[in-house]
């Protein structure tokens, strides 16, 4: 009978490539590692790994054996629901990750009507960049994330989750007022327009000489703000970057640059150092999970706290599953 634990082993060894990394996601030693998909071989009765350097391919028994430990590993999430259901009475630890401006505008309220209705489970939130949620929910350190994607950097399907959409964001080019130090040189009001403008590229490329502020590379956002212009056609010269978007935004006041800014980064009264330019591209946020889990009523109930707790001028903006 095969281990479904050295299962999960093999299918994130097809995930990451080598299995130091394997190793340090699930938080074992590499040789641990190794030992298990030595017996896993054994049990498997034929060869599931080869080396190339110091990558480890799966052979194409491996590459079966994959598919069907996502199934198998499905079919114990949806179990597990169904065992939780038949417990009644939500309790118990529920690890929520959340990107910052979903941390601070969309989670708290949904957390409140959390404690309201469930008030024996226990909601742990931890700040994850999306573009780590995908490993962090396979490992097992998060049970239910939010992650998002922009127009110029679609969600890639991952294996073994599912995402169920929640909301959509307007995006906005934020560039220092005229009148103020390192404003361009037509003028405009300050603000946030509620309509997009006609040619986003013209908008952009109007900046192609200035400093950029982009979030860290490796982010999605960082990616967003490079795709973004490129598609404008240059590449933005990058002076600064952060991810925390009040930030962004007190750089742009003080003439440091311009940035691309999502709907929820822009909060609070309107800063009349910073003029906000309403593009035609979208952040799009869903919720993730993994595959199996959408009937588990921890899961279930942080969804619908989370879409009750959408503001109305999101709610009409629907992500993509």
Known sequence: ???????????????????AAVAEALSFSPSAVSQQLGVLEREAGLPLLERTGRRVRLTPAGQN???????????????DADLAEARGGLAGALRIGAFPTASRAIVPAALVALARRHPGLE??????????????LRAGDLDVALVHAYDFVPAEREPGLTTEPLYG???????????????????????????????????LRAHA??????????????????RACQ???????VRHQVDEFATVLALVAAGQ???????????????????????VMQRRTNLA??????????????????????????AGSRAEA
Do not use: K, N
């Not at 909601?123 to 962090?136: G, I, L, R, S």
């Not at 000489?209 to 490079?226: E, F």
């Not at 598609?231 to 010269?237: K, N, Y």
């Open 123 to 136: 909601p742990m939130v931890c700040e994850t960049d999306p573009a780590a949620v995908a490993h962090a």
């Open 209 to 226: 000489g200035s400093p950029w502020i982009t979030a860290t590379p490796g982010t999605l956002c960082h990616a967003m703000t490079v």
């Open 231 to 237: 598609a404008a056609g240059f590449t933005p010269r």
């Open 169 to 203: 964001e307007a995006m906005y080019l934020a560039e220092p007022a005229a009148g103020t130090p390192g404003s361009p040189a037509a003028p405009g009001a300050a603000g946030v327009p509620g309509v997009p403008a006609p040619d986003q590229d013209a908008v």
């Open 65 to 79: 054996l994959v598919r069907h430990a996502e199934a198998v590993l499905e079919r114990l999430e949806q179990a």
């Open 257 to 279: 640059g311009v940035a691309v800014v999502p709907q929820l980064g822009v909060t609070g009264p309107a800063d009349p150092s910073v003029h906000l330019t309403r593009l």
């Open 1 to 19: 009978m095969l281990d479904v634990r050295r299962l999960r082993l093999l299918r994130e060894l097809a995930r990451r490539g080598t299995i």
């Open 289 to 314: 999970f993994r595959s199996g889990a959408a009937a588990h009523p921890a899961v279930a109930a942080f969804g619908a706290a989370l879409r009750a707790a959408v503001p109305p001028d999101l």
